[in-house]
């Protein structure tokens, strides 16, 4: 077997017991940084209730010298990282007795999953949201444009986008400060300041790039993925009610650059290739540069749990999946590129809110709740949400579904907090 084929085999089994609704069996190895002190981090690699400490792996000798370590692990490019973790899957495989029979090496080199403290996977110089999903816009469409066509001109044509907040988007379990800025009533003669009274979440999913391209040179669609690093989960919170009143003529900015949160482990392309499938049907034609989106995403369960400050235990208020995206990552990527932006390792793309057709599959409070008028109900305190309140913690969760072991992504979490104090 080759090193891809090897370590995408289902029937493959770790030393390390998994059980077959974890997240991280050996078929997954996603990578991701955790903090040991002040300004030190090293790269891990979760698998079942451990992560691997992949420094401390080195340090050991059980993994080659040179191999992507530590902060700016990325920067190895991806062919580097395949190739370690090829040799991580080899490590922690059940026959292989290297790390399994050494007692004093696992200690160092494993850590109980629950202990440590995950930060930001990489770098990120710079983040792009998209709107991708059909379902999503022309719901929105249907609210905001009732008497017209649900999406706009262009909406068939390119997929839709902006340049986001790179500096705000935080790894899961950060908390998150209700934001302040300028709202307007449909009746009010002029704005006032203050906290959101609509602060949202965004189901998405998105991409960090381990290659860049030179300035000028767009990256083909064809060539889009041999561009990224691999996946992670992401919710772009919204301040709907601040979006309202600012997004006219330019679209998105304080509503957006608050807050974005990502789950802490990227996952590879390479752990999800089994679960390859074909985007909707595009319909006009694209253009050629957008090129196909057959296999080009990929069948990803998503679920999005709500629990408020009274509750006991979260309520899964949304099912959804990712193969519901009208516009692909690569089609994503080939658009960015094709007027000739420069980009770099450790950008992230996120999808835009993931909808699927029925109502129970809306990936953000907006849609659920439409607009407000049909609240949700928790089932355990019979409180009622229309946007979230201080003190509600709201987690993304998703994965691919295999025979015996799944692919994912851990969780995405945030508590929202108070806005603070401002004249």
Known sequence: ??????????????????????????????FGLIELGPSDWALAVP??????????????????????????????????CRELR???????????????????????????????????????????????????????????????DPLLP???H??????????????SGTPIVRSLGQTKAPDAESPVFGPCRRLDFELEMGFFLGYENEPGRPIPVAEAEDHM???VLVNDWSARDIQQWEYQ?????LSKSFA????????????LAPFRTDGPHQDPAVLPYLGSNQQATFDIHLEVWLQTAQMTRPQRITATNFREMYWTPNQQLAHQTINGTAVQVGDLYASGTISGPEPGQRGCLLELTWRGEQPLRMEETGEERTFLQDGDTLTLVGWAQGDGYRIGFGECSGTILPSPEFP
């Not at 010298?65 to 190895?76: D, K, N, R």
């Not at 003529?249 to 900015?253: K, R, T, V």
Request: net charge negative; glycine share 6%; with cysteine.
């Open 86 to 148: 090829a040799q991580i899957f080899d490590l922690l495989l059940q026959s292989n007795p290297a790390l399994r029979d050494h007692a004093a090496a696992r200690e160092r080199c494993l850590l109980p999953l629950s202990q440590v403290q995950p930060v930001r996977p990489m770098h990120i110089p710079a983040f792009v949201d998209f709107y991708s999903s059909e379902h999503h816009a022309s719901n929105v469409g249907k609210m905001f444009r009732p008497q017209g």
């Open 260 to 271: 974005t949160s990502i789950s802490p482990w990227v996952v590879f392309l390479d752990a």
């Open 229 to 231: 690093l691999g996946l």
């Open 1 to 30: 077997m080759s090193d891809l084929s090897r370590v995408q085999n289902p029937a493959a089994r770790s030393w390390i017991d998994v059980a077959t609704d974890s997240p991280f069996p050996i078929q997954n190895l996603p």
């Open 47 to 80: 698998i079942g209730d451990f992560v691997l400490n992949v420094d401390a792996a080195i340090s050991e000798g059980l993994l080659p010298e040179e191999s992507p370590s530590g902060y700016g692990w990325e920067q190895a490019g991806i062919e580097a």
């Open 249 to 253: 003529p330019l679209g998105p900015f």
């Open 158 to 171: 390119l997929p839709v986008g902006y340049n986001g907040r790179a500096s705000t988007v935080v790894v």
């Open 154 to 156: 262009n909406w068939k």
